[in-house]
């Protein structure tokens, strides 16, 4: 294992803040990841995976510990429903265009999300009505200094709206090595009720439509409101939509009444954030090269050289005024790397 001193960590993560680790090493086997978990002549360890939901506001002051586990496994065959595992390293979007390839079928409308699929639980990403969790058997994990091999169940997951264990009481704590998910062979359960997608196929004549049809259109969806991070520097969503009470909710919507929602429950409401933002006048809007995408307000973008610290203050520039404006507090959704 080769470990690197004063490491640009610019492609390792999407949004292309040009940050520097102090120390970086990159892993490809369960093995190495113990041995360099258990080096103490590098007390501070930060790891990393696909780097498409953090934002780094400062240089690491520490071994950046970058997972490459790589491998996709068929696990079991039963009825009608198969078990994959796939690596903690193996791209997300790569892992869900084997799994449509082999006709398996799930994540389809997860098509296209950044990032890697030992990454993915700690988010529990979600797209187009459907979550990770919807899909997920279970993780393979190490603890960081036991070093002990532990499964985490769904249940042990603690998934909620981009929220999990792992970002909670389990955080820092663990380093996820593989991903377990049950998907069905046949007879799927498709999931077009969201407008855009049933939009999308019609586009295309498309009546029934396949697995492969509604990654492609939710592929298309993607492409056409989300930025490239390989051409635009950026972390998908940065805020996550604020989930508000019944009477609050009510008061908002008798003033604008023209606001998108969704109802998540008897007594609470979700408001897109990409709407508040768009209202509050950010939409498109660039300070410097930190900007705000001109096709989705929810996303942040670095037009180039921005630093973590501009994107920050870019961030609570837009709190206050949504705050201001609304009376609702948004919350990043990314990992700020403080
Ligand atoms: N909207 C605006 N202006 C904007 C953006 C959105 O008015 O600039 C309105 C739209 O017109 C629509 C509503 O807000 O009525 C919702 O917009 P959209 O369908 O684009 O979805 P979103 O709520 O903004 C969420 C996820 C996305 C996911 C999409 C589709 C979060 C934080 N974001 O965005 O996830 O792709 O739904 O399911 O939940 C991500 O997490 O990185 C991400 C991209």
Avoid at 84 to 96: I, L, P, R, S, T
Avoid at 318 to 335: A, C, L, Q, S
Wanted: hydrophobic share 40%; glycine share 8%; net charge positive.
């Amino acid at each position: 294992m080769l470990i690197q001193e004063n490491f640009s960590l610019k492609d390792y993560n999407t949004f292309g803040i040009a940050a520097k680790a102090k120390f970086f090493v990159e892993i490809k086997s369960v093995a190495e990841l113990k041995a360099i978990l258990a080096n103490q002549d590098y007390p501070n360890k930060f790891i990393l995976g696909g780097g498409s939901n953090m934002l780094i506001t400062k240089d690491i002051d520490a071994l950046v510990i970058y997972i490459n586990l790589k491998g996709i496994q068929l696990v079991s065959k039963e009825g009608e429903t198969v078990t994959v595992k796939a690596m903690a390293g193996e791209n997300w979007h790569k892992f869900v265009l084997w799994t449509l390839e082999n006709g398996y079928g799930g994540l389809e409308n997860m098509s296209l999300i950044p990032g890697n699929t030992g990454t993915a639980p700690i988010q529990n990403i979600g797209a187009y009505g459907v979550e990770l969790k919807d899909c997920f058997v279970n993780c393979e994990a190490i603890h960081r200094s036991s070093l002990e091999t532990k499964i985490f169940s769904k249940t042990d997951c603690q998934f909620g709206y981009r929220e999990s264990f792992f970002k909670n009481e389990g955080k820092n704590q663990y380093v996820i090595t593989s991903v377990t998910f049950k998907l069905s062979t046949k007879n799927h359960t498709l999931n077009t009720s969201y407008g855009a997608i049933e939009a999308e196929l019609a586009k295309s004549n498309i009546t029934a439509p396949t697995i492969k049809d509604i990654s492609n259109a939710v592929i298309a969806i993607r492409n056409s409101k989300l930025p490239d991070p390989k051409e635009i520097g950026n972390s998908g969503s940065f805020f996550k939509n604020p989930v508000v009470p019944k009477a609050s909710f009510e008061m908002f919507l008798e003033k604008n009444p023209e606001a998108p929602y969704y109802k998540v429950s008897e007594g609470a409401y979700k408001i897109p954030a990409g709407w508040l933002i768009e209202q509050c006048g950010f939409k498109g809007k660039r300070f410097g090269d930190a900007g705000v995408h001109d096709k989705q307000a929810l996303v942040l973008v670095n037009y180039g050289s921005a630093t973590g610290a501009e994107i920050l203050e870019l961030a609570k520039k837009i709190i206050n005024k949504v705050d201001h404006t609304f009376g609702i507090k948004i919350k990043p959704e990314v990992n700020l790397i403080k």
